[in-house]
């Protein structure tokens, strides 16, 4: 990050007693609060339990006298500072050095029962190489702005947190907007700290003017404060807005119920929707009075203190024959596969849930699992992300696993919604040996009459490399294969590793990853459009339309941890493949299309076969009347039937379908084509006026 002088502006110092301000250090040569609230903040050594005594002097603030650091000392602020999860924190950093995982701003609590530290860390320099407010340690969150602060220069930096929601701002412009921030502070006995934590490099410059609130302040609140400060330069970089009326509800498991379709996702969350297009929240985040389980923390608090967690991952809804719903939940400790899977049912789709049991559990380290063996995370599972769904012949199964030994069915009883006995773990689909694949969803399409096992590879953050992937299969418990004829069982990484994506990422046809459609071609564009990490997905075949459904959460081109809930549509290519609608979906169907229909400009996306966390950007190519494929590639194209397509493009062939979609970006309709290859690689081409 550069930055740039702006003329001086009048500054107004705020009074001590501001509404919603608790504590307030201005380091004006001592280490008091100047709202009298809390006491001295007290000099430690390089950790902020040290006893032996640090050292730091003052000098010249942004505003007054600043609070020097040496790089071997800290603060220990009072505890208390923060007692719930809505809070504002401001303060000035003027940095002599930017080392890895340095904090500047620490707060933490140990949690008795579990032994575990959960804390925010606001770091110059975080994990992904910017400046970032970072929390661990489940679950982890990244809230990342795109820049690193300077060196040897004043920064403003302040965050909000409102009840799981986060913004981060540098020099008063918000650079991080996302959901889902963990709740850390719940007592009084919380630790806080200045420029050291319990691990990393102490922080080395100056810290001045010191605000801590107890309510969420304003954008206009946070460019008073930041008054005097640089003007930033961010550096070239892709940025995709969200939809400000989007939803928020992560791995989405969807439902339709009496004309409405509901979307059911981890942390508690959901949406609800008449046309798959305009979505409601219903509910958000782990907490008593959350519409689907009031009661949470009493009524499901045998699930989260078998796993030592405080939240939920990605649950499925389902609606058996006796006409109640059934949420089959699961919960995590993160660091380990200890999970709990379980059974709460609602006469409601919109709830209250009543927990029936858990039947189902994963990390007793040298016990017993399900199978009667000593539970090994190398090949027993994870037991989290179900699936629950009737198979052609009207049997209930569910599709379950994350990571560790891998993906694995089981054939549930109808009338109790459990596994029937003797089953174990059930029967294996692939995974093993700590391979990140994930997310299973089996949909039948009876127009292609096969099973299609939906996965996620890779890691579900920013720099996760999150990918959606299908393999199918005639019969719903297998054995599946990808397009290329691979047997998906041989799916998983090498004995006595952990994550050996090389290993697995032949495996499957990629549908989808990160990419971003650039729009270069004139001035006419809104924005661009792309996804980051898109995984965790659901999908819905509807009867009376024949259309197929994928919907999924995803994150977004420099937007960091924010992700929101998107619906595409499906076809059915001339192989019998999936494949996947470039934009949205907007009420669009397929239809006859002729040669001048599809000629011209595309940006085509190549999304590739690896896990990465890279962007696949767009490139120009041209579809030409006389079927040559020019620009940034060559081949040849050919329609048959009205919209299917056959691409031929640097040796490999691709089908799949043309569709008239609605582009968010250009804010007009226009020609798009989604193929697939005997490869497994998706190509996406959304057109472009000349």
Not at 405 to 430: H, M, R, S, V, W
Request: glycine fraction near 10%; proline fraction near 5%; charged fraction near 25%.
């Amino acid at each position: 990050m550069s930055a740039k002088p702006v003329e001086e502006t009048e500054y107004i110092e705020p009074v001590a007693n501001e509404d919603g301000l608790v504590a307030y250090y201005t380091f004006d040569k001592n280490l008091k609060d100047a709202t009298s609230n809390f006491g001295e903040g007290e000099v430690v050594g390089k950790l902020v339990t040290s006893n032996d005594s640090g050292s730091i002097t003052y000098s010249k603030g942004m505003r007054n006298q600043a609070a020097v650091f040496d790089g071997k000392s800290g603060v220990r602020l009072p505890k208390g500072l923060i007692t719930d999860n809505s809070y504002s924190v401001s303060m000035w950093l003027n940095p002599r050095a930017i080392t890895d995982f340095t904090t500047t701003f620490f707060g933490g609590i140990n949690e008795e029962e579990t032994g575990r530290q959960k804390w925010i860390s606001l770091q110059p320099k975080g994990p992904v190489g910017r400046t970032m407010l970072w929390s661990g340690n489940d679950p982890w969150y990244d809230a990342d702005t795109p820049l690193t602060i300077p060196k040897k220069q004043w920064t403003h930096v302040a965050f909000t947190v409102d009840n799981g929601k986060v913004k981060v701002y540098l020099n008063g412009k918000e650079l991080f907007a996302g959901r889902d921030f963990p709740d850390i502070f719940t007592d009084e006995d919380s630790v806080f700290a200045l420029a050291v934590n319990y691990w990393d490099t102490p922080f080395k410059g100056m810290i001045d003017e010191l605000r801590i609130y107890d309510v969420v302040i304003d954008e206009n609140r946070i460019a008073e404060l930041a008054k005097g400060a640089a003007e930033l330069e961010a550096p070239d970089m892709i940025k995709v807005p969200l939809d400000p009326n989007g939803v928020s509800v992560h791995d989405p498991s969807v439902i339709k119920a009496d004309g409405t379709y509901w979307v059911f996702g981890s942390h508690l969350a959901s949406a609800y929707s008449k046309d798959l297009i305009n979505w409601k929240q219903y509910s958000d985040h782990v907490h008593n009075g959350n519409p689907l389980i009031p009661n949470v923390t009493e009524e499901m608090s045998e699930g989260l203190e078998w796993a030592q967690t405080d939240t939920f991952w990605a649950p499925d809804v389902i609606q058996l024959e006796d006409g109640k719903y059934y949420m089959y939940y699961n919960m995590c400790k993160g660091d380990s596969p200890r999970s709990a899977l379980g059974l709460a049912v609602s006469d409601k789709i919109e709830g209250p849930y009543q927990d029936k049991g858990i039947f189902l559990k994963s990390g007793m380290w040298g016990e017993a699992g399900a199978d009667g063996e000593i539970y090994d995370a190398t090949i027993h599972p994870n037991t989290v992300d179900p699936d629950v769904f009737y198979d052609k012949e009207g049997k209930l199964r569910m599709v379950y696993g994350s990571y560790s030994g891998g993906i694995f069915i089981l054939e549930l009883d109808p009338t109790t919604g459990k596994p029937y006995a003797d089953q174990g773990y059930g029967k294996k689909l692939l995974g093993g040996n700590h391979s990140r694949i994930e997310a299973p969803y089996i949909l039948y399409s009876p127009e292609a009459d096969y099973y299609y096992l939906f996965l996620s590879y890779g890691g579900l953050g920013a720099d996760g490399g999150y990918n959606i992937r299908i393999a199918r299969s005639k019969n719903p418990d297998g054995p599946y294969y990808d397009a290329k004829g691979q047997d998906m069982i041989d799916s998983h990484g090498s004995r006595g590793t952990f994550f050996d994506d090389a290993a697995i990422s032949p495996y499957g046809v990629k549908l989808m990853g990160n990419f971003v459609f650039h729009h270069q071609l004139g001035e006419l564009a809104k924005h661009e459009l792309g996804y980051v990490s898109p995984g965790h997905n659901s999908a819905y075949y509807d009867q009376e339309s024949g259309k197929h459904y994928i919907l999924f959460h995803t994150r977004f081109p420099g937007q960091g941890e924010g992700h929101q809930l998107r619906v595409h549509q499906m076809f059915i290519n001339s192989e019998g493949w999936l494949v996947v609608a470039p934009h949205r979906y907007r009420e669009e169907t397929i239809g006859e299309y002729t040669v001048e229909d599809v000629i011209g400009q595309y940006e085509l996306v190549n999304h590739g076969k690896d896990i990465t966390a890279d962007i696949k950007e767009s490139v120009i190519i041209k579809l030409n009347e006389d079927g040559t494929i020019s620009g940034e590639v060559d081949g040849y194209w050919e329609l048959s039937e009205g919209y299917n397509v056959k691409l031929t493009v640097d040796g490999s062939t691709y089908n799949g379908v043309f569709l008239e979609q609605w582009d968010d970006g250009l804010e007009e309709d226009v020609m798009t084509f989604s193929a697939l290859s005997q490869g497994g690689v998706s190509i996406w081409g959304s057109h472009l006026d000349e």
